[in-house]
C-alpha cells in the first residue's frame, strides 16, 4: 500500500505547478482523496479533496480559486493544479487517503499519507 507524490519544485510567484500522487495496493476508485501542506514550524493544513468519483471537491479558503484537484481512477492517480502560486504556498504537500468523506479535512483522520513533495515559491 503506497502513496507516492511528485511535480513540487522552485517556482516564481504567479507560476503554476502540477503536482500527482500516484497510489497502489488498494482500491483506489472507492476511497476519497486529500492534499494537506505543512510549511515550516507550523502544523500540517487541508488544502483540497475530492471523492471516490469526483463529483464532490471541497477547499481550504486560503486556496482562493487557483488551485484544483483532480483524479483519473484509471491511472489510480489523483493531481493539486496550483496555479497563480504565491510564496505563502510554500510548503511541503501531502497527499493522502480519506477514511471517508465527512472527515475529509480532518488530517487526524486520514488512513494513509505520501511522503510529501516540497513546493517553494520565491517572490
Known amino acids: 500500500v503506497q502513496l507516492q507524490a511528485s511535480g513540487g519544485g522552485l517556482v516564481q510567484a504567479g507560476d503554476s505547478l502540477r503536482l500527482s500522487c500516484a497510489a497502489s495496493?488498494?482500491?483506489?476508485?472507492?476511497?476519497?482523496m486529500g492534499w494537506f501542506r505543512q510549511a515550516p514550524g507550523k502544523e500540517r493544513r487541508f488544502v483540497a479533496g475530492?471523492?471516490?468519483?469526483?463529483?464532490?471537491?471541497v477547499y481550504a479558503d486560503f486556496v482562493e480559486g487557483r488551485f484544483a484537484i483532480s483524479r483519473d481512477n484509471a491511472k489510480a492517480t489523483v493531481y493539486l493544479q496550483m496555479d497563480h502560486v504565491k510564496p505563502e504556498d510554500t510548503a511541503v504537500y501531502y497527499c493522502?487517503?480519506?477514511?471517508?468523506?465527512?472527515?475529509?479535512?480532518?488530517?487526524?483522520?486520514?488512513?494513509?499519507w505520501g511522503q510529501g513533495t516540497q513546493v517553494t515559491v520565491s517572490s
Open positions: 475530492i471523492d471516490e468519483s469526483s463529483g464532490l471537491k
Open positions: 495496493g488498494f482500491t483506489f476508485s472507492a476511497v476519497s
Open positions: 493522502g487517503r480519506a477514511r471517508e468523506w465527512r472527515l475529509m479535512k480532518v488530517g487526524s483522520k486520514y488512513v494513509q
